[in-house]
């Protein structure tokens, strides 16, 4: 399975600050997912990225809060834009299984905290 | 979106079972996952089970899928310290969409 690298793992950010999180996967993927993961609580799908294309997002997120780039198969950003304390949460990045495999790979996770 | 129902604790000692519930209501399914999620990390695939059957076993995993019932389990055999995370069920009708379950945080005593 496809191994994700995604960074930072942590932060602590200013409100009102904007922070870029990346994820770096060691095989081209089409399909890359954003996650949230609220303190105590499941995960929850942002968006999904598709290189060449515009990011898919789910109801409740939006491109301005969530701007997220997919610029090749292997690498995308979310960028955390105008943070408040309720963006605290654990970022997640996810890629879909390949040829032959199930079960979606995710990132280690960015833990962001706002203050 | 699809409800994915855990209970939201389990506590056993080192060397019992531990047995996970889940439960769904998307009856499309088609594959069923059980993830791990240690402190402070993201989240590692445990196993997960293709919708027609009904159990799968992976060394000390065993996953048990009712498909009448909507209902999965995640037995965990002789259980230890390090299995000590919160597991996560999620379900997906295709490639691009999980649903994931609140998590079950599994409390091992030594």
């Known amino acids: 399975s496809a191994v994700i690298s995604q960074k930072p793992s942590r932060d602590i950010c200013q409100r009102g600050t904007s922070l870029t999180i990346q994820c770096q996967v060691d095989s081209q993927v089409t399909m890359m997912f954003w996650y949230r993961q609220q303190p105590g609580q499941s995960l929850t799908l942002i968006a999904t990225a598709n290189q060449g294309s515009e990011a898919t997002y789910e109801s409740g997120f939006v491109i301005d809060k969530f701007p997220i780039s997919r610029p090749n198969l292997t690498f995308s950003t979310l960028t955390v834009s105008n943070m408040s304390p309720e963006d605290s949460s654990i970022y997640l990045c996810?890629?879909?299984?390949?040829?032959?495999?199930?079960?979606?790979?995710f990132g280690s996770g960015t833990r962001l905290t706002v203050v | 979106g699809e409800d994915v129902e855990q209970s939201l604790f389990l506590s056993v000692r080192e060397g019992d079972s531990s047995v996970i519930n889940c439960t769904y209501t998307d009856s499309s399914s088609t594959y069923l996952y059980w993830y791990k999620q240690e402190p402070g990390a993201g989240l590692q695939l445990l196993t997960y089970?293709?919708?027609?059957?009904d159990m799968k076993q992976d060394q000390r995993l065993t996953v048990l899928l009712n498909k009448k019932d909507k209902h999965l389990s995640l037995r965990i055999a002789d259980t230890q310290t390090g299995d000590s995370a919160i597991y996560f069920c999620a379900e997906s009708d295709n490639f691009n969409k999980f649903y994931f379950g609140s998590g079950t945080k599994l409390n091992v005593k030594p």
């Open positions: 089970i293709f919708s027609n059957m």
């Open positions: 996810s890629v879909a299984p390949g040829q032959g495999a199930a079960g979606y790979t």
